[in-house]
């Protein structure tokens, strides 16, 4: 992953700044997508936006912040060829990419700390799909977003 788009609703503009910042001294390319000011915002707008990118193939990935980050995976994954994952520790962070292939991550801005959103996307940017047994698995989820029965 090199290019990596993210948002927030208006409860995660600061996790979101920080994420930011944290990536550029990475070395990542970031775009942010909608306003990170703090203004009242609907999260779905801004799943939209970001998955949009993704679609586009204007970013790798991306990460997707609300009050606790249940909104907008359910948003995301509203669409097409996204695979949105709430993270709230490592551990889930790590098997969503390797396992799941997320290509986009969820976070709380109220549940985590500063310290853990920092291990989390740390974790989820350097782990990579693992295929094998997965992909059977992926390709199951693929049926179902086309609207087919997984086991056909």
């Not at 790590?94 to 969820?106: E, F, G, I, P, Y």
């Not at 047994?133 to 086309?146: G, Q």
């Amino acid at each position: 992953m090199k290019s990596i788009a993210i948002g927030s609703d208006h409860r995660g503009t600061a996790v979101a700044l920080a994420i930011e910042q944290q990536l550029r001294l990475e070395g990542f390319s970031v775009v942010i997508v909608g306003d990170v000011t703090g203004a009242p915002s609907d999260y779905p707008d801004i799943a939209w936006k970001v998955t949009q990118e993704i679609v586009a193939n204007r970013a790798d990935g991306g990460i997707l912040i609300c009050g606790t980050g249940i909104g907008m995976a359910i948003a995301a994954n509203k669409v097409n060829g996204i695979r949105a994952a709430l993270a709230l520790d490592e551990l889930s962070a790590q098997l969503s990419r390797t396992h799941n292939d997320a290509n986009v991550l969820c976070l709380s801005a109220d549940l985590l700390g500063q310290t853990l959103v920092k291990r989390i996307v740390d974790i989820w940017i350097r782990s990579n799909y693992e295929g094998g047994r997965h992909a059977r698995r992926l390709a199951k989820i693929t049926r179902i977003e086309n609207g087919e029965d997984p086991k056909s």
